[in-house]
C-alpha cells in the first residue's frame, strides 16, 4: 500500500475505509526499518494516525507541520516521498532520524532537540502573514517537550500575538523517561477530574429530577458546572494563555481528528488540540516497555523485541553507568552531593543514584538552563550539584553556565555525556561543540577523561574544586580497564605521560577517547621507525603550559593536537594560542572536526571520514617527518 502513496496528496485521496490499513502498513514499516536500523520506534508508532490525519487535512507543503524534536515522524517521512531513504533510516546516506530542511520540503523546520515546535511554527506564521502565503501553521508537541520552558515562552507570545496558530498537544504521558513536574500532573487530571465531574453532574441529575422546580435549578446548575469543567480540565492552563482548548480527543482515532483539524482551520485564533496517544502504539514489547523502546537499537522482531547487540554482552561497562557509580561512591563519602539530570535518568544513568539517593536526586524535566541555575542555587546554599547532562544539550544552558555559576565561582560541576561524534542520532546531537563553549568562560576547570578508570579521576578531581567544573565522557562502552574505587584527584593542570623518547621530534597531545587512537597510531609509527610522544592532555582548562612549552623548545619538535570536538576555539587552537603568546613556532597539525555539521553515520565511519583513527593521526604525522619533507622537496624539485 505505501508505495502508492508518493505524496499527502495521495494520502488526501484515500478513502476513510482505506485509512486503517494504510496505518498498520506505516507501522509495519516503521517496525521492520527500526529492527534493522536502530531508531525512535515508541514515538512515532504513536502519531501513525495523527499523521496520517494531520496530512488529510493540512495540505503541506503550503501548510507548515513542524514537529517537536522530530523523533516521533517517521509516518510524515513516508508520506512525503522518502520511502527510499528511510529504508537507510540514520545511516549515512540515509534517512534523517530527525526532520531535516535540506532533506525534504514538507520539513519546514529541523530539531532534535526539544520544545522548538511552538516558537518556529508561531514565527512560519506570522512569516507568511508578512509575505502574504496563506499556509497555516501547526506544531505538534509531545507532553515531555511541553515541560520545556521555551514552549511556554512561544504560548505566551503566541496567545499575545492572538495569531491563529494551531498546537497540537501529543499526550501519551510519557517522556523519555515518565514525565516529571507539575505540568506532567496537570495534564494527568483529566481523566480523574473528568470522571468525578461526571459523576457528580450524573448523582446531581437523579436528585434534581425528584424535587419540584429541579427543571430551573438544573438548568442554573448546568451554567455552574460548566464553568467547574473549565476549572478542572487541563484546559483552563492554556486557554488562560490565550487559546482555545479542544479536547482530550483519542489520537487513534483518525475520524475524529479530521474532524476536529477541518474545524480548526477555518479558525483565526490561538488552539491547542489535546490529543492521546499510546507510546509504541501497535508493537506489544514497544507498548509495555515504552521506556527502553523510546529509542532503540537493532532488535529481533517478535515478541520480546531483544536488542540484537546488548552492550551487556560484551562485558564492556557503559561510561554512564561508571559515572552514576563513581558519583554515587563519592555521595557517600560527602552528604552534600546532589544530582540533576534533565528528563534523561536512564540516558545518564543517573535514576540510579535516584534509587540510592532519593532525596538528593533532581530530574527537572526537558529544562536544561533551569537545571543549571537551580543547581547554582543549590551550590549558593552549600550543596555540591552534579549536573549530568549530554554535551549536545548543555548547549542550551550556555549562558546559565556563564551567569548563574561560573561569574559566581559556585561548584556546580558539569558531567557531559555522549561528548564526541555520536554516529547515528547526528547533526542535532552531535557532543563536539562543549570544548570551545565551555574553554572560553572565566573560572571554568574543563577536563576529559581518556577511559572509564579516568573518569573516576575527572570526578574526584571536580568535587575537590572550590568553583565551577566539567568534564565530558562519550557515549558507549570503556575499554575495560580496572577501575579505582576510590580514586584520588588529579593534580590540576598536569598532563599524564604515556609515551618518551629522547629521539621523538612528534609529540601528540591527545584528549579523552582519542589517547586511544593517539597509543596505536605510535605503536605504528614506532614499527615505521618513527618516535612520538603521547601525552594524555586531562586538562583542556588549566593547560598543561610547562609540558607543552618545555616540548616547544625541544630542536624539530612539532605536535600533533587531537580532540573528538570542533576546531574551531577547541583544544588544538588553546595550544596555538599558548604557543603564540610565547612566541614559539613549532609546527603544530590539529586533528578534530572541521566547520560543518557532521551527519548521522556510525562513529566508526565519522572517525575515519574525519581523519580522527590511527591512520588519520599516522597521515598527519608523516607530513611533520624532518626527513619525509626533505625527500617530498626533492621529489618536487625534479618534477619541476
Ligand atoms: C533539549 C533537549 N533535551 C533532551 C532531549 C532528549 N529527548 C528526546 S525526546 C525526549 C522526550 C520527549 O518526550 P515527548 O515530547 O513527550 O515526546 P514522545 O517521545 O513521548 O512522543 C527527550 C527528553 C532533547 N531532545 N532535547
Redesign the pocket.
Known sequence: MLEQIKSPKDVRALPAQALDALAQAVRDEIIEVCAHNGG?L??SL??VELCIALHRVFESPNDALVF??G??AYAHKLFTGRRDLFQGLRQADGASGFLNREESEHDHFGA????TSISAALGILEGNRLTGHDGRAVAV??????T?GLAFEALFNAGNLDSGLIVVL???D????P?VGAMSSWLSRKLTIGDTYLGVKEGIKGVLSNIPQGDRIKSLLKHTMESTKAMLTPGILFEGLGFAYLGPVDGHDIAAMEEIFHRVRQLDEPVLIHVM?T?GKGYAPAERDRLCM??VSAFKRDENGDPVNAPSKTGLPKYQDVFAKALISEAERDPRIVAIT???PD?TSLGKFGQVFPDRFYDVG?A?GHGVTFAAGLAAAGARPVCGI?S??LQ?AIDSIIHDVALQRLPVTFAMDRAGLVGADGA??QGVFDITYLRMIPNMICMAPSDENELGGALATALSQPGPTAFRFPRGTGTGVAIDSNPSPWPLGKARWLKASDDATISILALGPMVAQAEIAAEQLAAQGVAVNVLDMRFIKPLDEEAILDLASVTDMAFITLEEGVLAGGFGAAVLELLNAHQMRSPVIRLGLPDRFIEHGSVAEQYAAEGLDAQGIIKAARKLIPADHKRQRRNDEISH
Open positions: 525512535h515508541g514515538a504513536g502519531t517537536d524534536v523523533h516521533q532534535g532537540h526539544a520544545s508537541i509531545g507532553d515531555g517537550a511541553m520545556g501529543n499526550d501519551n510519557m517522556s523519555i523517561a514525565n496517544t507510546k523510546h529509542g534533565a528528563a534523561m540516558g526537558i536544561e549530554y549536545t544539550f542550551r542535532t546531537h
